[in-house]
């Protein structure tokens, strides 16, 4: 008896946390700009976006959303810092490196401005950004930035931000697998069509200094790949030097790091027993996903969006 009375009221509290994170917390709308849809709070600041000023020495890691931003902002870290994890745990991926459009007023305990943050920030310093190219301030290409891409296969980037949907309360409601897998295909999600992104920037990628990487390629052999990051930030890394942050950017290493796995930051927004922001780290996770005829659809769509563009994907290794 004395179970079930607890049993209820732990039903009971947790129905009230629920409420009070729906109360408190309400889930973006979509706004165009420029005919990219982005969240309302990025589109209410987009002018001051825009007119963001880059310096020469800034590095931005640019990627479609969940496309291994994070893991590759810790690459970059480790690799600035010489391996040095410490120093890696001055702060959380989303204080050490701004994330350059996002704003965030509400609730105050997920206040958070990129701009502001990047602009009060010593250089050298390293960013992120998920806008498409198109969109990218201009101030960065002028300035000739470093600038590393990161895109990931189709099927596992919508996986991915499905889950990421469900858990971030600061991103509009995805509704069903279904829904979301025509959202994805239609671009009808924060920072529109993934197709256009990883084209537009591969295009881009021709006339400006910006390494593009593949997860699945980083997945296959993190070593080879962050050896490339490396050089192209023109640094020299030790064997040791290298392990340790092979070692240190695993999937399973970064899953239990507090400074690099989201469980410090975007208290009420972020639910992580819904989805972890670290969910599985994996190539070919769409198999899970996918009915036969979702993927077939899929496919028949992706020939047609993809037929213009000399880029390849690997959906499995
Ligand atoms: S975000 O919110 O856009 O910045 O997300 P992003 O970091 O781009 O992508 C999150 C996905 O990357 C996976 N991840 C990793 N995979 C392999 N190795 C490491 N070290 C790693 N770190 C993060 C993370 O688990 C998300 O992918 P899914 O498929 O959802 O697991």
């Known amino acids: 008896m004395e179970f079930v ?4 009221f732990s039903l009971a509290m947790d129905k009230m946390k629920d409420l009070r994170l729906e109360e408190t ?28 000023k880059a310096r020469p020495d800034d590095v931005l890691i640019a990627t479609y959303a969940k496309a291994g931003t994070t893991w590759t902002q810790e690459i970059v870290d480790m690799i600035q810092q010489n391996g040095d994890t410490e120093k890696c745990k001055r702060e959380t991926t989303y204080k050490r490196h701004p994330f350059l459009e996002w704003y965030c007023a509400e609730p105050p305990s997920a206040r958070y401005s990129g701009l502001e943050l990047a602009e009060a920030m010593p250089s050298p310093r390293t960013m992120k950004t998920h806008l498409p190219v ?15 891409y990161v895109a990931r296969n189709a099927k596992d980037n919508l996986v991915s931000y499905y889950h990421f949907h469900r858990m971030n309360k600061g991103l509009p409601d995805p509704g069903t697998w279904e829904e979301f897998v025509q959202k994805f295909m239609t671009g009808k999600v924060p920072w529109g069509s993934w197709y256009d992104h990883v084209k537009g920037w591969w295009k881009a990628k021709h006339k400006h ?6 997860y699945e390629d980083m997945k296959e052999n993190p070593k080879r790949e962050i050896q490339k990051i ?7 890394l030790s064997e040791e030097v290298l392990n340790k942050i092979v070692h240190n950017t695993s ?12 469980t410090k930051d975007f208290e009420g927004i ?24 979702q993927n077939k659809k899929f496919d028949e769509d992706y020939e047609k969006k993809m037929s213009d563009t000399s880029l390849v994907f690997r959906m499995e290794l």
Not at 209 to 214: A, H, M, N, S, V
């Open 5 to 8: 009375l607890i049993d209820m």
């Open 25 to 52: 917390v309400i889930r973006s709308e979509l706004f165009d700009v420029d005919g990219v849809p982005l969240a309302e709070p990025i589109a209410r600041i987009w002018d001051q976006v825009w007119k963001f």
């Open 134 to 148: 198109q969109l990218l301030p201009p101030s960065f290409l002028e300035q000739n930035c470093k600038i590393i």
């Open 209 to 214: 200094r910006i390494l593009y990487l593949f």
């Open 230 to 236: 490396a050089k192209f930030l023109e640094k020299d």
């Open 251 to 262: 999937f399973e290493v970064m899953k239990e790091n507090p400074m690099a796995n989201y």
């Open 270 to 293: 972020m639910d992580h027993s819904i989805s972890p922001f670290m969910r599985k780290g994996i190539v070919a996770d769409w198999k899970n996903h996918f009915t036969v005829a």
